[in-house]
């Protein structure tokens, strides 16, 4: 009894992502020196440190794009390491990214339809002879995409090219292009860099939607208030190393993150 | 309405020899234009869409033209037979070249994809056996529909017609369509598209194939057509051609490539006059249509076709 009830009590109690011991070097220089979290299903979980800290290395460890030395990155129980960027974003992990990456000569809508790739199942013959599934497939993906914009607040925008547009919104394409791939794991690379107040508040309302709708976002920034009034839990890296982790409230009062990187007797609103 | 260019494109099409009864300069190079159109549109779909270089397409135009020759004239097949065959040698061949080739970027794909078209026209040149070397394959036959031989000029151009509209209707279902968007998007940001879930050496590799497929379509009626093939048919102009067709067109545009590809057939016959100096002006005109209209032909036109629209409403009282 005890084998199967302990089975189960761990199916039910498993992190979504459990990182230990990733290591990532360039050239002798640690990025990463054995950096270990789990991330619960359901949480808004931000990963914040000084500049140089990995916190760009992890994310793109954690997508395939760099080939860690060591250590093991566990996505719902199965092994991420080794595999390449689209098998892991068919897994279920996507992200947005530091510096734009959006499609520009491509409408908004495209961009987002792009994003509902791993949904649909149409190949290159059936493309290219448009048969009638195919059509229906297509109005499936629209009407997925649509979804994504709403929740991003960009349904107005869908036949704009993306590079016509102001820079908050291509940040948030960027989200809803993310969103369209129903991953179960959202990165987001700092989504706050380059926006003014008012669309730092309406970012955080996004992410508060984006979890009730039930997907679990890895969040990496530098704008303080936000990440101290939207995020349950902090992990803080420094020199490639996890410096502390806890909630908000935790972190605020931890000495040594104080004075590795918040500087002074800073309160954030929580 | 989506397909609204296309069908106006189809009109003219069949418009141009009820107006040209009988005149062999409208149908001849209406044949040539086509089969640059299937080319171009095919190479578009590389170049202007995925992104991809290739400086050696014109291997594929003859690897379709040869195997139809070859099949025809040595092993007697019928001619339809011939042309799928041209499909198939050239689409395995592309997809056993794509894997390695299309790793590569920028200037090394350029360098790998000529050094493919060289390796090719040396063999059309040097296995006499096979191919009859420099002189060519003479006597291959026109196309056959089921006992309806396409043995006059008129019904050519209807052939040649009817295909060039086909491979358009592929091109811009490919284009607008879950692959053609994964394409546009490896083109954007490969590892953008790589993080959304699209395998984008696959992706690279279906594309390459589909280009090849096109221009070897374009080869086997091209040899039916001609009923002679030579490998000078084949050479590193034609690959340079072909590429100036797409840029001169306007990259990433299945109408851009046709409308590339029709002016550059035409200017060949219309500068033919001036004899010498045809190269000197051909030369001259691509570089101001490049410098004054960066975006290429087809959006440069319909540009100066909407200001001269608006132009002359804004006149009219």
Same mark, same amino acid.
């Given at each position: ?27 002798? &220089? ?77 409408? &908004? ?110 969040? &990496? ?5 936000? &990440? ?43 | ?5 296309? /069908? ?6 069949? *418009?141009?020899?009820?107006? #040209?009864?009988?005149?062999? #300069? ?8 086509? %089969? ?7 190479? !578009?779909?590389? =170049? ?32 339809? @037979? ?21 790793? @590569? ?39 056959? /529909?089921?006992?309806?031989?396409? !043995? !006059? ?7 040649? *017609?009817?295909? =060039? ?7 811009? !279902? ?21 993080? %959304? ?43 340079? $051609? ?18 590339? *590809? ?15 100096? $045809? =190269? ?6 691509? =570089?101001?249509?490049?410098?004054? %209209?960066?975006?290429? @032909? ?20």
């Amino acid at each position: 009894m005890g084998l199967a009830h302990g089975a189960r009590h761990d199916a039910l109690t498993a992190p979504l992502l459990a990182v230990e011991g990733l290591e990532q070097s360039f050239g002798g &220089v640690m990025a990463l020196a054995g950096v270990s979290f789990q991330v619960p299903a359901g949480l808004i979980y931000a990963v914040i440190g000084p500049n140089g800290a990995g916190k760009t290395t992890l994310f793109n460890a954690l997508c395939g794009f760099y080939a860690p030395s060591a250590g093991s990155i566990r996505f719902e129980g199965s092994e991420l390491l080794g595999l390449p960027p689209c098998r892991i974003a068919a897994r279920g992990v996507t992200r947005t990214f530091q510096n734009l990456q959006l499609f520009f000569t491509m409408t &908004v809508l495209e961009n987002v339809m792009v994003g509902c790739h791993l949904r649909a199942r149409t190949g290159l013959l059936a493309a290219a002879l448009r048969l009638p599934r195919v059509r229906r497939e297509e109005r499936q993906l629209r009407a997925w995409a649509h979804e994504a914009l709403e929740l991003c607040e960009l349904a107005d925008r869908a036949a704009q090219p993306a590079g016509t547009l102001p820079y908050g919104l291509m940040k948030r394409v960027e989200i809803a292009r993310a969103l369209a791939a129903k991953p179960r794991l959202l990165l987001l690379d700092e989504p706050a860099a380059g926006l003014n107040d008012t669309e730092t508040f309406a970012l955080r309302d996004l992410i508060a939607r984006i979890r009730a709708a039930g997907v679990t976002v890895l969040l &990496v920034e530098h704008h303080m208030p936000l &990440v101290m009034s939207v995020s349950d839990h902090l992990l803080v890296l420094d020199y490639g190393s996890v410096l502390a982790e806890g909630t908000p409230a935790d972190i605020q009062a931890d000495a040594r993150v104080i004075s590795a990187y918040l500087g002074g007797a800073v309160q954030y609103a929580v | 309405m989506r397909l609204a260019g296309f /069908f106006a494109l189809a009109a003219g099409v069949i *418009a141009l020899p009820v107006l #040209f009864p009988n005149n062999y #300069f409208v149908i001849v190079v209406g044949i040539a234009a086509g %089969l640059h159109v299937i080319l171009a549109v095919g190479l !578009n779909l590389l =170049m202007g869409y995925a992104g991809q270089i290739s400086l050696g397409h014109a291997a594929f135009f003859g690897i379709g033209a040869y195997a139809s020759a070859i099949l025809t004239t040595r092993y007697a097949w019928p001619a339809l @037979l011939a042309l799928a065959a041209g499909l198939v040698v050239a689409g395995v061949i592309a997809w056993l070249l794509a894997r390695p080739i299309l790793r @590569l970027r920028g200037h090394y794909l350029a360098m790998a994809t000529l050094g493919f078209g060289v390796i090719a026209h040396v063999i059309m040149v040097q296995a006499t056996h096979w191919t009859g070397g420099p002189d060519g394959l003479t006597g291959i036959p026109p196309l056959n /529909f089921l006992g309806w031989s396409v !043995n !006059n000029d008129l019904h050519g151009y209807g052939v040649v *017609a009817a295909a =060039m509209l086909l491979a358009i209707w592929l091109s811009l !279902n490919i284009v607008d369509s879950r692959v053609g968007r994964a394409l546009r998007a490896l083109r954007g940001s490969e590892f953008a598209a790589q993080m %959304l879930g699209i395998d984008t050496s696959r992706a690279k590799t279906q594309v390459f194939v589909a280009s090849a497929l096109f221009a070897a379509f374009a080869g086997s009626l091209f040899a039916h057509q001609q009923g002679f093939v030579s490998p000078d048919s084949f050479n590193l102009t034609v690959s340079v $051609e072909l590429v100036t067709m797409v840029v001169l067109g306007g990259l990433a545009s299945t109408y851009g490539a046709a409308c590339g *590809a029709i002016a550059l057939t035409l200017l060949h016959q219309g500068l033919v006059v001036f004899e010498d100096y $045809e =190269m000197l002006i051909h030369g001259a005109l691509l =570089m101001a249509v490049m410098i004054f %209209l960066p975006q290429g @032909l087809f959006v440069g036109l319909s540009q100066a076709a909407r200001w001269a629209w608006r132009t002359a409403r804004g006149m009219t009282p």
